[in-house]
């Protein structure tokens, strides 16, 4: 290899890891808050994002050629997440799922951005648990709308999708949240 071949090699090597800290700074929060919601463990979060990073480090050049990297890097934080939890569930015996009331605070969080009313401490509970019930597509747009306060442009950048997606799949989510909360749900999903 000749010197101008090998300084365009580690010129170049540069601008990837310039883009992927770039990446990684734009879209870290979204990561950690994902995660976060999904673990209620600060520690764990930090965790699966580093864990969930060394491998889209690895994968780097194939997200880069991917149309969305961001929908790539998505599914790679989904999955990372996805391990944690179930590492917790093996070692404790139980999902991971934070004090009730850490999660009591996320959900009324959640309720209040979503404008969804809550009554009674169990409304709470119960909100949680239609959450849990909705298509993953559908929890994935709540969550980073309502809890994360991410705008529909960037949601659709993290998933592959459009701004006009992302809206009409929040509108169907909220609907089908709030059969559930009523108990007129009568489709597993819309």
Request: charged letters at 25%; glycine letters at 6%.
């Amino acid at each position: 290899m000749t010197e101008h071949e090998t300084a365009a090699t580690a010129r170049s090597r540069a601008a990837l890891h310039l883009a992927f800290t770039a990446f990684c700074d734009t879209h870290g929060s979204a990561w950690f808050g994902l995660a976060r919601a999904r673990l209620h463990d600060d520690v764990l979060a930090l965790r699966a994002v580093q864990q969930m990073k060394d491998r889209l480090r690895q994968q780097w050049p194939v997200a880069l050629r991917e149309e969305h990297p961001a929908s790539y890097a998505w599914m790679l934080i989904k999955s990372a997440v996805a391990d944690a939890a179930a590492e917790v569930t093996v070692e404790t015996g139980r999902p991971p799922g934070g004090s009730p009331a850490d999660r009591a605070e996320v959900i009324r969080c959640f309720a209040d951005r979503a404008r969804i009313g809550l009554e009674t401490p169990g409304d709470h509970e119960h909100l949680h648990q239609a959450l849990l019930r909705l298509a993953e597509r559908q929890y994935d747009v709540l969550v980073l709308r309502y809890l994360l306060g991410l705008k529909d442009a960037l949601i659709a950048e993290h998933l592959g999708s459009s701004e006009t997606n992302v809206r009409t799949t929040a509108q169907q989510a909220l609907r089908r949240l709030n059969r559930l909360l009523a108990g007129t749900d009568r489709n597993n999903e819309e």
